[in-house]
């Protein structure tokens, strides 16, 4: 290849560029605040494979598993120009129900050379609960799941999508407006990527996944040989099953690393099932943090790494089973897990456990006769590590958006903010402390449902090398005046008048306390 490295760094970085547009098409025209103002969304590119090339700084959990399972979408299809395929399937590129993907295929001079996806949360795809999140036992209980297929087929519209919204998911037009959005991002890359000849193009991807395979292999070699094993447990699936383990043994051996979740439990009847695809996200997230920061981010950078997960276990789970919080909660703990694992190799470079939740609450309901769903993540603490303290009220590892302005959230949903603050203490001591969790408070103007996920509610983020853990989240319900206990997963009616309050776990602190810290 007569490719040179200058000409590589700069290709990569132009490629970064254009998934960086392509996500700020999609927030600004994006019509729910979900997508729009917290940005809960990720944007790709892939060559004509389905390989990962380039993609932004968004989900991790979205783009790890887009890495993984495109390879699986590209060959159903005979792809022409103008087509436009949309999916949500978990278990067939997919992720959980509400992360819907748009893909668009690339053609130059009639030769199809790349793709380009944007995958966003959606607030409402169908099912039982307002926000498609609640705590089920079926994947159909869950939303409308959309296999891949056509949205557009050469340029053709195929009504048969707007059917299916119009008919089982809650405000249609909201997320027909989203989907709309989604796909001008992915047009950005069609338009971008024209200025490059076919050839030129394939083989500019060609060195910069070889380039990046070697940024893969380098960091896997960095770690000792060995065998490094960790555990920890979900504390429930809100069905009834508690104390879900997941167990990784990870093997170092030179440039070559197994992740084997060997003794992990079996899928659980409750939504906490992880598709391979997001324990795969979860595996690569943390290999990728051990990479330098401008590591040219392709599907090459994980070759080294053999992900062992048996068939028909929490991390692995069969078709049908519910899936909804193996994206947001599952995914957590696997992170947890394997940090755990490589601190055993590598305890300068691994940080404590962060809050190990995505905290996630949805409220739906009717207002003026139209239905509405709003749907937030919450921040929490960060581990310290070695070199100091964890941040503080930040979104943590597997997520990575922003949080709902309260001038937003109030002008949209009947909800009022009343609590919104650091909480203070709640990070774990030591040598360096652990980034505190944040306090959240809304009332209600006017009857309707929540549903909760969360988790780390009476186990806490672990420390390191001395450190104290963090504490628990806690959630809690103000009615007739006291506050009562929520549980960490479920449904619940709410009143006008109630208010609900969400305390976030802190980080594990890192390293023995001195003095007052």
């Known amino acids: 290849m007569n490719v040179n490295a200058v000409e590589i760094s700069l290709f990569a970085h132009r490629l970064a560029a254009i998934c960086e547009e392509m996500g700020a098409v999609l927030k600004r025209s994006a019509i729910s605040p979900n997508i729009r103002d917290r940005e809960d969304f990720s944007c790709a590119l ?32 005979q792809w022409q120009a103008g087509d436009v395929v949309v999916f949500n399937d978990p278990y067939l590129g997919g992720t959980h129900l509400p992360d819907i993907t748009v893909v668009t295929p690339l053609f130059i001079a009639g030769e199809l050379v790349a793709f380009s996806a944007a995958r966003a949360h959606h607030a409402d795809i169908g099912g039982r609960s307002p926000g498609s999140m609640g705590v089920e036992t079926r ?16 340029g053709v519209e195929n009504p048969e999508l707007l059917r299916l919204f119009y008919e089982q998911v809650r405000a249609p037009a909201e997320r027909m407006g989203d989907l709309a959005a989604q796909k001008a991002a992915a047009l950005v890359a069609v338009a971008r990527l024209n200025a490059f000849q076919p050839d030129k193009l394939r083989e500019m ?20 040989d060995g065998n490094y094993s960790f555990e920890d447990s979900l504390e429930d699936d809100g069905c009834g099953s508690s104390a879900l383990t997941i167990r990784i043994t990870v093997s170092i051996r030179g440039e070559a690393a197994i992740v084997d979740f060997n003794g992990t439990a079996m899928q659980a009847r409750g939504p906490v099932n992880c598709p391979l695809a997001v324990t795969a996200a979860s ?13 040219p981010q392709t599907a090459a950078l994980f070759h080294p790494i053999t992900i062992r997960a048996p068939k028909g276990s929490l991390v692995n789970a069969e078709r049908g089973a519910p899936v909804a919080a193996g994206n947001v909660e599952t995914s957590q703990r696997i992170v947890d897990v394997l940090l755990g694992a490589l601190a055993k190799a590598i305890p300068d470079r691994i940080p ?37 303290d964890g941040l503080s009220a930040v979104q943590c590892h597997m997520t990575n958006t922003k949080n709902s302005s309260i001038e937003v959230l109030e002008m949209h949903y009947p909800l009022r903010i009343s609590a919104y603050a650091v909480r203070e203490g709640s990070g774990g001591a030591g040598a360096f402390r652990g980034g505190d969790g944040l306090v959240r408070e809304w009332c209600v103007l006017e009857d309707c449902q929540l549903s909760l996920l969360t988790e780390r509610r009476r186990s806490r983020p672990y420390g390191l090398a001395g450190g104290e853990a963090g504490s628990s989240g806690v959630n809690s319900l103000w009615r007739n005046g006291q506050w009562r206990s929520l549980p960490a997963k479920g449904s619940f009616a709410l009143k006008r008048g109630d208010r609900i309050r969400i305390e976030t776990p802190g980080g594990g602190g890192f390293g023995e306390k001195k003095g007052d810290r």
């Open 352 to 388: 404590a456990a962060a809050q190990g939740t995505m905290n996630n609450v949805i409220f739906g309901g009717q207002s003026s006769g139209e239905e509405w769903v709003y749907y937030e993540t919450l921040a929490g603490g960060m581990g310290a590590f070695a070199g100091g």
């Open 283 to 295: 595996i690569f997230y943390v290999f990728r943090c051990l990479m330098p920061e401008h590591t």
């Open 205 to 224: 991807f060609a060195a910069l996944i070889a380039v990046s395979e070697g940024y893969g292999r380098s960091a896997v070699a960095s770690i000792p």
């Open 46 to 77: 892939f060559d004509e494979k389905g390989e990962l090339i380039a993609q932004a700084a968004h989900i991790p959990v979205h783009l790890g598993s887009m890495a993984f399972a495109m390879v699986d979408v590209i060959p159903l299809f």
């Open 139 to 154: 994947l159909q209980d869950e939303g409308l799941i959309i296999s891949p297929r056509y949205w557009f087929e050469a």
